[in-house]
């Protein structure tokens, strides 16, 4: 009984001294992964979120971009750092897709990192380089299926949400067109915008200069409704029935990071999501605010985890 009561009072004080380090807590400035280039959304994301985590916690949250093999060089940077919070991820749902597209990654995804909330909820949208004929998702999809294999389509890797969207496209239409997967969103859509490739499903924000622009054309949106930001886009569904895809993006860090940290996190994550001015911002890239418990949001990742292993499956994905 003496033992356990030993141990029961050594555990309590380490829970204590943990708590009180994380309301210490940073000390020091921190890390923000995002696994991908400049210019995508997930980089859009990270930025907004770690200038507002910088003014509210009064330490530096500096971005460091580790694009590359669809997330998984800078996810295995997180896996492999100090599980201390000073390293904190900024990922998309391409993190639990990887594990059905590649024979073997360094790292385990569901049991090497703990998520601390999604940040934002992710849509699509379909562009086309004006020199494509096609004006809508249905003369988009006529135009696949009388020239297959003609139409070269970018994304920001394989397995993306980019790519997924775009796989779904094209199993539910019965097309085939070719992938050329690049390191990230934003090399993407300048592919896309010099008529290196014929069209993409980009997440909207990275496309909005270029819409504006005229370099690109919209056809359609991936969510199963219009979006208020742009009531003249038509939903892709309108074109091709029953399509619907849509994903997050969210803040993750190394598996063993104390609880108490990863509570501070969360919740300070929910302060700056709830900020208008990064509603508004987030909005105006059609990347709408989403907060979740750590709890919660480990069930959404081990259910979006067997969702994308069926989704690559259905639509014959793979990271080659």
Do not use: C
Request: charged share 15%; proline share 7%; glycine share 10%.
């Amino acid at each position: 009984m003496k033992l356990s009561i030993s141990v029961l009072v050594g555990v309590a004080a380490m829970v204590g001294a943990q708590g009180v380090a994380a309301q210490a807590y940073p000390l020091r400035p921190v890390r923000v992964v995002v696994p991908w280039p400049p210019g995508g959304a997930n980089d859009i994301v990270g930025r907004i979120v770690a200038a507002r985590l910088t003014e509210q916690m009064g330490q530096q949250f500096l971005v460091d971009n580790r694009g590359g093999a669809n997330g998984t060089i800078g996810a295995d940077v997180v896996a492999k750092g100090a599980a201390d919070g000073y390293t904190v991820m900024v990922h998309s749902a391409a993190h639990v897709t990887s594990p059905h597209l590649y024979k073997k990654l360094p790292y385990d995804t569901l049991k090497d990192f703990t998520g601390i909330t999604p940040l934002a909820v992710q849509v699509g949208m379909l562009v086309v380089h004006p020199s494509l004929p096609a004006k809508t998702v249905k003369e988009f999809v006529a135009l696949g299926r009388a020239q297959p294999g003609k139409i070269v389509y970018a994304s920001s890797g394989a397995g993306s949400f980019v790519h997924l969207a775009m796989a779904l496209l094209n199993a539910m239409s019965k097309t085939h067109m070719i992938h050329v997967p690049y390191k990230g969103g934003g090399p993407a859509v300048v592919a896309l915008a010099s008529g290196e490739t014929q069209a993409m499903t980009a997440t909207i924000g990275s496309v909005i200069p270029h819409l504006s622009a005229r370099r690109i054309r919209a056809l359609g949106v991936t969510s199963p409704q219009r979006m208020a930001q742009f009531p003249d886009i038509p939903a892709i569904a309108e074109g091709l029935p029953g399509y619907d895809f849509t994903a997050w993006i969210g803040a993750f860090v190394a598996a063993g990071t104390p609880r108490p940290l990863v509570d501070r996190l969360n919740g300070e994550l929910k302060k700056v999501l709830a900020q208008p001015e990064v509603i508004k911002i987030m909005s105006s890239q059609t990347l709408n605010p989403m907060h979740m418990s750590p709890e919660q949001f480990a069930a959404r990742l081990k259910s979006d985890y067997d969702k994308y292993g069926n989704l690559v499956k259905l639509t014959g994905a793979n990271a080659n």
